[in-house]
């Protein structure tokens, strides 16, 4: 039953009558949306489109952060990156509403946007709990625009950290994230080449877009990630190239035992004659 009426959901916010964006622009106050909640509840209307992508957001969250052991203030970075791809309604990255953006992936390569929406449906299929609650509390602050007060963010010191921020609040710029710790190293050197740093929370790392003149600092950069990648290949391309040698002298050795074999066998054949 819940299967149907999740289906139900996704089609309702996902047709082309209820595809809209989140319910502000950038630059109007985000307390609108809980006026209009607040006003849906009371006349005990359902806004099935706002479940939707509320459902969308909570999965997003609970994925990317809740099953990973992501602190509250990573979980909320990431639900703003969300919301904000959502409302700048790009196609690079779904369109306007939430549940395009999560589970968005690209027609040329098939690469999901965020990871767990290209899984099998048994692995991103969530247990409800504890973590479950939190991942949907976050989503909804997100969407009707719940501000928390200042507090800091952490820092770990880990690969690839960017500076820290001093401020709960989510910086408005971010529009990217990445786990140095579970990202491959090629992936941290090209977010170090092509994004500007913004803040660590949590276990994340968050950049925004960078300006013309950033892009092309960026790509005269040295970065790192980019150094240690470059020595890693170059570690790869040697082992390769000394087991094609160890395979070429082991077909040369065992070539010349064959040889040899043959010599004496050869020999033995003429000297019983």
Known sequence: MRLVLFALLITVGLAPGASRALPMPPDEPIGVVI?????????????????????????????????TAESEIGQRHIAHVISQRARANRKMWGGPTICGVVFYAASANNVCQFSFACLPLARRTPHKGARWDVSAEIAREELEGVRREAAPAEN???????????????DPLIRYYMNPALTPLKNVCRFQKEFVPVVKAGRHNFFREPTSEERRMLAQSEPEACKRYAAMLQAQKAKALK????????????SQHAAKAHRKKKHAHVARR
Do not use: Q
């Not at 209307?45 to 969308?56: A, I, M, P, V």
């Not at 087991?243 to 065992?254: I, S, T, V």
């Open 35 to 67: 006026t209009v909640t607040a006003a849906a509840e009371r006349s005990g209307e359902r806004d099935l489109f706002w479940e939707t992508e509320l459902y969308c957001m909570t999965l997003a969250i609970y994925f990317e952060g809740g099953s």
């Open 156 to 170: 770990t010191g880990e690969e690839g950290d960017a500076a820290p921020t001093s401020h709960a609040e989510p």
């Open 243 to 254: 087991a094609k040698r160890a395979k070429l002298a082991k077909a040369k050795l065992k």
